[in-house]
């Protein structure tokens, strides 16, 4: 996560220093990173980078497109069984 919001302060200084309209976009967000971590281990993370919810959520970027998986209606074809490195959850934030 640090080399990725390394990199997207990068491209936005970039972005900046062009003095043009740019639209930066990232292929996954600081978030992502949740679904690969339990909660203890992901507020861990928040705590010793000095990160919240709020700022990685909704103050990080000026847009969020959140496009359906390819999955839904194939569910039998998205499994864990075929692949024992996935540990992906849902989790589902609220705040």
Not at 4 to 21: G, S
Not at 29 to 53: F, I, K, P, S, V
Not at 86 to 93: A, K, N, P, Q, S
Request: proline share 1%; with cysteine; net charge negative.
């Amino acid at each position: 996560m640090m080399t990725q919001f390394a990199l997207e302060d990068y491209f936005t200084n970039l972005a900046i220093m062009q003095r043009k309209p740019s639209v930066i976009l990232c292929d996954r967000g600081l978030m992502d990173g949740r679904a690969y971590l339990d909660d203890e281990a992901w507020q861990l993370l928040l705590d010793e980078q000095n990160w919240n919810h709020v700022m990685l959520r909704d103050k990080r970027y000026d847009s969020v497109l959140h496009l359906v998986t390819a999955a839904d209606g194939a569910e039998q074809w998205y499994t864990q069984e075929n692949n024992q490195i996935r540990t992906e959850v849902l989790t589902i934030f609220s705040e």
